[in-house]
């Protein structure tokens, strides 16, 4: 069974903070890596995806990848209070199955 | 351009009922993804469409759900006999082909339809 985890939150940080979300998983074969962005009552939209382990980044947001520790984090610098959303990780491993799965998602707040 | 959309966007129906949800893809995608999120829920994978291969269905809760996609290009997922817990949002996505590499596989997804058995 694939598992991928992400602490539910919520996650609260003052705005013009540093917000950093966590997400591990179980299955050592995944290749593929992604942060979608979900806004209440909206569907998911991605904003980062990592294939190598190491920093990405992307203006305000750096994802960061561990392979040998099997987790990925995405940290959202200068938060805003636009940033406000539950934020879902997903995994996909190589081979022939392109279905990732999804985390539960983590609830950020930014406050003023 | 335009994304992947889904109709109807809202849809209550009575128990024992059955609904048709539609999705269009993104115009050249060849992979479709189906997804249902119940409140406060992770996305719950239950279907997957790639090309003219044969449809990976090994999410789909129960015989009750089906799905089909024509052309190579629009969707449809059918509840048969609903039940209240099929109350859920149900997301549609689409990805380009997959390159060896995986690096293509971005998904996309459509605004939902938010269903509701009464």
């Known amino acids: 069974q694939k598992e991928v985890e992400q602490n539910s939150g919520p996650l609260s940080v003052p705005e013009g903070a540093i917000a950093s979300l966590n997400c591990t998983y179980s299955d050592r074969v995944s290749q593929s890596f992604f942060w979608y962005r979900q806004y209440s009552g909206k569907s998911p939209e991605l904003i980062m995806s990592i294939y190598s382990n190491g920093d990405k980044e992307d203006g305000r947001f750096t994802a960061q990848l561990n392979k040998a520790s099997q987790y990925v984090s995405l940290l959202i610098r200068d938060s805003q209070p636009s940033d406000s959303a539950t934020y879902l990780c997903a995994v996909r491993a190589s081979g022939g199955s392109y279905i990732p799965t999804f985390g539960r998602g983590t609830s950020l707040i930014v406050h003023p | 351009g335009a994304g992947v959309s889904q109709s109807p966007s809202n849809k209550v129906t009575e128990k024992g009922k059955d609904v048709e949800l539609r999705c269009d893809p993104i115009s ?52 048969q006999r609903t039940q209240q817990e099929d109350s859920a949002v149900y997301l549609c996505a689409s990805s380009p082909r997959a390159t060896s590499g995986g690096i293509t596989d971005t998904q996309y997804f459509g605004p939902g339809t938010r269903l509701t058995v009464l």
């Open chain 2, 28 to 79: 050249g995608h060849t992979a479709l993804y189906w997804y249902r999120q119940s409140l406060g829920q992770g996305l719950e994978f239950l279907i997957y469409f790639q090309g003219n291969s044969a449809p990976d269905k090994s999410g789909l809760p129960s015989d009750r759900f089906s799905a089909e996609r024509t052309g190579g290009s629009v969707s449809t997922l059918t509840i």
